[in-house]
T-cell receptor, first 114, second 113 residues
Framework: GAGVSQSPSNKVTEKGKDVELRCDPISGHTALYWYRQSLGQGLEFLIYFQGNSAPDKSGLPSDRFSAERTGGSVSTLTIQRTQQEDSAVYLC????????????FGDGTRLSIL | DQQVKQNSPSLSVQEGRISILNCDYTNSMFDYFLWYKKYPAEGPTFLISISSIKDKNEDGRFTVFLNKSAKHLSLHIVPSQPGDSAVYFCAASRNSGNTPLVFGKGTRLSVIA
């Protein structure tokens, strides 16, 4: 399809395990964002990639969280030693890096930590 | 410190009437504002945006109004339809949209037939 694709759609894991979440942005979009939505909350920014620039990691809640973007396209968000408070829906968005271009979101990965 | 606030968690409107969703912001550096619509188990869908150089933008049944002096924006949906029932998020950014979005907590709109 032409939209942002995220996998898996659901992930259940035990506390302490590592998880990897994947995002395929819209083709040609140079900007890629990760957000998360915890229960009853708005979307919270995590990390932002723009072209070949160093990523903006200012939203990452702890050093257990990391992300990479290979070849300027696919991105992987990794959470190490998961905790129960990491349970949330993790959303990826992409956009054209031009003035006034909206971000388009995938359907997210629902992460549940037991 | 919430920079984008949607003070109404929910709103119910009769089909055919106008829905008005409100949003306030505190950061005067925001210059680009967006509304997203979200259904359960789906990602947010972009609806409409407005730049701070404008005070109104219209797209079909959806109109967004921006009052910079009051740091307030609103989304009008006319006429409201049952398919409009969803959670609506207001979002804001700096640098004409080339920065991460700051979101409100959303307003759940129910359009009653």
């Amino acid at each position: 399809g032409a939209g942002v694709s995220q996998s898996p759609s659901n992930k259940v894991t035990e506390k302490g395990k590592d998880v990897e979440l994947r995002c395929d942005p819209i083709s040609g979009h140079t900007a890629l964002y990760w957000y998360r939505q915890s229960l009853g909350q708005g979307l919270e920014f995590l990390i932002y990639f723009q072209g070949n620039s160093a990523p903006d990691k200012s939203g990452l809640p702890s050093d257990r969280f990391s992300a990479e973007r290979t070849g300027g396209s696919v991105s992987t968000l990794t959470i190490q030693r998961t905790q129960q408070e990491d349970s949330a829906v993790y959303l990826c968005a992409s956009s054209l890096a031009s003035v006034g271009r909206p971000q388009h979101f995938g359907d997210g990965t629902r992460l549940s930590i037991l | 410190d919430q920079q984008v606030k949607q003070n109404s968690p929910s709103l119910s409107v009769q089909e055919g009437r106008i829905s008005i969703l409100n949003c306030d912001y505190t950061n005067s550096m925001f210059d680009y504002f967006l509304w997203y619509k979200k259904y359960p188990a789906e990602g947010p869908t972009f609806l409409i945006s407005i730049s701070s150089i404008k005070d109104k933008n219209e797209d079909g049944r959806f109109t967004v109004f921006l009052n910079k002096s009051a740091k307030h924006l609103s989304l009008h949906i006319v006429p409201s339809q049952p398919g409009d029932s969803a959670v609506y998020f207001c979002a804001a950014s700096r640098n004409s949209g080339n920065t991460p979005l700051v979101f409100g907590k959303g307003t759940r709109l129910s359009v009653i037939a």
